[in-house]
């Protein structure tokens, strides 16, 4: 079984960024616990904070891969490009956010991508990537 976790910009900065909203954590060393926790899994990360390069990763992998997890960070409330790219391709979409966008700032609690995503996670930490994956699993 094949699974992506695409982040979206800023999201290369966790455990520095914000850390009382996003935590202490690096993603590089979550996703190596990640990778020791589903290891039948072959689990690939990939973070851009460009629109379009999301965009090509989504196309590239949306019709081989068995799920995809995204947290598109600031994009998920503003791109309708990269919403198109999830229902473009096969492959369903688990949308995360670290954070609880909803207790948040207005401008968060719209999401682009979640009509088009088979579920959405939000505000349990990083555990919602676990989730997401674990998701995937039948
Ligand atoms: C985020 C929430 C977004 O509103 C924000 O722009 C991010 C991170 C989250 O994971 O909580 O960059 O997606």
Redesign the pocket.
Known sequence: MKIIIIN????NLLGKREPDI?GRQNFEGYFLQLQEHFPDIELQYFQSNHEGAIIDKLQEVGFSHDGIVL????F??TSLAIADAIAAIETPVVE????N?YA?EAF?HHSWFSANCRGLIVGLGLKGYELAIRSFVK
Request: overall charge positive.
């Open positions: 979206g910009p800023n999201l996003y947290n598109g960070g600031a998920t409330h995360v956010h670290i954070s966008v948040r968060r």
